[in-house]
Nanobody, 123 residues
Framework: VQLQASGGGLVQAGGSLRLSCAAS????????MEWYRQAPGKQRELVAG???????NYADSVKGRFTISRDNAKNTMYLQMNSLDSEDTAVYYC??????????????????WGQGTQVTVSS
């Protein structure tokens, strides 16, 4: 299963961006989708996650500013980011867990990462 992240870019502090992450391949189900980010010199951190039933969780640093959502019919996840500040500058990665169909009519778990999209917030 492949994940394609998009929507990053350069934005001024206080501005907004919307990231997308589209999953493709022989997908049977996607149980959870998450956004992580990694700033220069820092460890990768979880930003937000959403289950297939819509339960969400957020890092304290983004609560009230970021909103995660997903379109199960399109196997796509979104991250609406508002009130951005320089601390949000990072490469954002999407991550998904679920099950995929195989050529032998069975299902196997998958754990996939997207390629990352750069978000830069200028102050």
């Amino acid at each position: 299963v492949q994940l394609q992240a998009s929507g990053g870019g350069l934005v001024q502090a206080g501005g907004s961006l919307r990231l997308s992450c589209a999953a493709s391949g022989s997908i049977f189900s996607i149980n959870a989708m998450e956004w992580y980010r990694q700033a220069p010199g820092k460890q990768r951190e979880l930003v937000a996650g959403i289950t297939n039933t819509g339960t969400t969780n957020y890092a304290d640093s983004v609560k009230g500013r970021f909103t995660i959502s997903r379109d199960n019919a399109k196997n796509t996840m979104y991250l609406q980011m508002n009130s951005l500040d320089s601390e949000d500058t990072a490469v954002y990665y999407c991550h998904a867990l679920g099950y995929r169909d195989t050529s032998h009519y069975s299902r196997l778990p998958f754990d996939s990462w997207g390629q990352g999209t750069q978000v830069t917030v200028s102050s």
